[in-house]
């Protein structure tokens, strides 16, 4: 069985998808505070298997042990539970410090004592900060983290290989998310953002459906080929699969290494503009935009250089850029149909 942290948020639930269709019984916990229970009737409309579903906090080691008291059949772990913020993280960022990285060490002390073989930690490219070249690689630098949210992610990656080094009885695949994006194709399962999105995507489909007025583009003046942020966005259900390999490299020991750090992108960077072109293109629906100043802390461009995961996992991510936009927009409309938003 696999504990999936966070099973009912954006990558989260696509992921339990993934490992449902892989054949591995998943139990979840969360604490909601980004996500809903109605999740689990959307993964149970996809799969036919309705997850086993604890509702609790991370940050509660009495609730966590108590799960492994109630499923003692854990193997591996996913750990998705975190707060993502960046914005919110620097005004609070107490609240991330607490939530990421006490998540984090609950699970590694129960892992220790109840026979798990290994996690895998859901990390970012934000890691990389502004890099000096494109594509990184997974030996890229890390660069000073600009908030406390990323900040997170790097200690996260240091208290995961400092308790592997001193020698812990499971393995670790750390993943270096790029930018997820779009929906299962399904529209049963998607990114529910909550309140304005401060993400492109969400934005970009709020405002294609009327919730609002116009995308504001930050920047054009940007040192990239069309002056635009260049990103390296990637399906979320390519995403996910890669997950479920890296499970299955744990569980059976595929590598002797005990720790393993992964890029997951696709290796294409796309600017802003092009991404919206490609919304455009694949849909039919104009995005009503404009010309904005620069956000602050904005990355000038980023984007993977995924080969160790192409030829180590034999895992690529290869959905075309036109079906994640047809799959964003139908999970946008299935929102409004279903009258969230
Ligand atoms: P999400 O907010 O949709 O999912 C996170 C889930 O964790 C939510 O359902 C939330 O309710 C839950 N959660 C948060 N704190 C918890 C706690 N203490 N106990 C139990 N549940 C808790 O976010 P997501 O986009 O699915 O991201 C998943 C992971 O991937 C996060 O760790 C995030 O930092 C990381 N990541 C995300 C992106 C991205 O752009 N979405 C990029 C890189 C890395
Ligand atoms: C993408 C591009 C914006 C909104 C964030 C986190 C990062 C990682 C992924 C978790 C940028 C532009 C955006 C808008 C715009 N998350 N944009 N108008 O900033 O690459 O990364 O999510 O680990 O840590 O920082 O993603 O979607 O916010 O922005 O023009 O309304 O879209 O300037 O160039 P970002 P994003």
Redesign the pocket.
Known sequence: MILV?????????HTVVELQKAGYPVVI???????NRD?LDGIERITGIRPEFVE?????MDAVSGLFDKYPGIKGII??????AVGESMQKPVLYYR??L??LMNLLDQMAVRGVKGIVF?????VYGEPDVNPVTEQSPIKKATSP?GN??QISEEIITDVINAGAPFKSVIL?????VGAHPSAEIG??PNGVPQ?LIPFLTQTAIGIRKELSVFGNDYNTRDGYCIRDFIDVVDLAKAHVIAVERMLTDKSEAKIEIFNLGTGNGLSVMELINAFESATGVKVPYKIAERRAGDIEQVWADPTYANEVLGWVADTPIEDTMRSAWKWQQRLRERGIM
């Open positions: 942290t966070g099973g009912t948020g954006y990558i989260g639930s916990i969360d604490n909601l505070s980004n996500s999740v609790a906090d991370c940050t509660d750990n998705f539970a975190a707060s993502k939530n990421n006490n998540t859901s990390s970012s490219c934000t949210y997170t992610k270096r998310y790029f930018n997820p990114e529910l993400n």
